[in-house]
């Protein structure tokens, strides 16, 4: 091995021993760790509301970094059952292809950027579900599809809950939210 080599080695060697003595980082690592981006966890609830009552929530979760708007990434979250329209108790008529509605959630956030404690994005999002309850209720023989779709550019405070989109459904008294907190997760 050449001499080079050895000193090289034995230097690095004496450095990695003089920072676990000390527990210090060196400043060059120092300066990488700083300039990493903030992440944030985004917790969004998809909650249908009637009088005030909570019938039912799902939550959706993921993570952004707070400079993605540089990077161009879009950041989502896509979920979805595909739910069989029966045609009644009996099915469909001999013949008749079984049909099927998609129930699902998508959101979309982009141009997602963190300044002075907001997140400031564009979101879209899409709620889309089968009621079968109300149409029984109404002497329906097909369920009821309800879909929601908003779109808009939103701000939030970080780490307070916020309904970013809320629609009423006049016929059946529901009320269909969106809730989104962004939780920093540094």
Known sequence: ?????VRTALGLFVLSL????EGKIPRKAQATQSAMPARYRLRFVVREVRN???LQSHEYETYLIADSVASGLVTSIHTGTRAPLTGGP???PPGVPLQYSHTDVMIDLHDSRVESHHLFSNVRAEVTNVDVGAAAANGLAQPLIRQNTWNAAISVVVGTPTVIFSSDDGSYGR???LELTAIEAN
């Open 1 to 5: 091995m050449p001499l080079s080599a």
């Open 18 to 21: 003089a920072i676990l003595a």
């Open 52 to 54: 005030g009552r909570t």
């Open 90 to 92: 009996a099915g469909p």
């Open 175 to 177: 009320t269909t939210q």
